[in-house]
């Protein structure tokens, strides 16, 4: 989005925030060096650091994916396996994951 250069009004829309949001986080990534803004030509512009957190959140994302795939499969075997011990009568149904 920025990574060109992006005026306040393209990243709003781009980003589907209302002027007051993206002005509160516009502040928290200049703060942060993730972004700067060029008074000169009134953008504002992604920086190094701002595109190894990209990279860093995306790798993170994607593992916090896998990782809750993996957690929900888990519960399901658990849910199964207490099924399974139980006294109560279940026709042999796997347990869907509310």
Do not use: W
């Amino acid at each position: 989005m920025a990574k060109d250069g992006a005026k306040k009004t393209q990243i709003m829309y781009q980003a589907n925030l209302s002027y007051k949001l993206l002005t509160k986080y516009l502040a928290d990534v200049i703060e942060a060096c993730l972004v700067r803004f060029e008074k000169k030509e009134g953008y504002y512009i992604i920086t190094s650091k701002g595109m190894n957190f990209l990279e860093v959140y995306k790798e993170y994302s994607r593992r916090n994916r896998h990782i809750e795939k993996q957690l929900k499969d888990m519960y399901v075997k658990k849910r199964t396996l207490e099924n399974l011990c139980s006294n109560k009568k279940t026709s042999g149904k796997m347990i869907e994951v509310p």
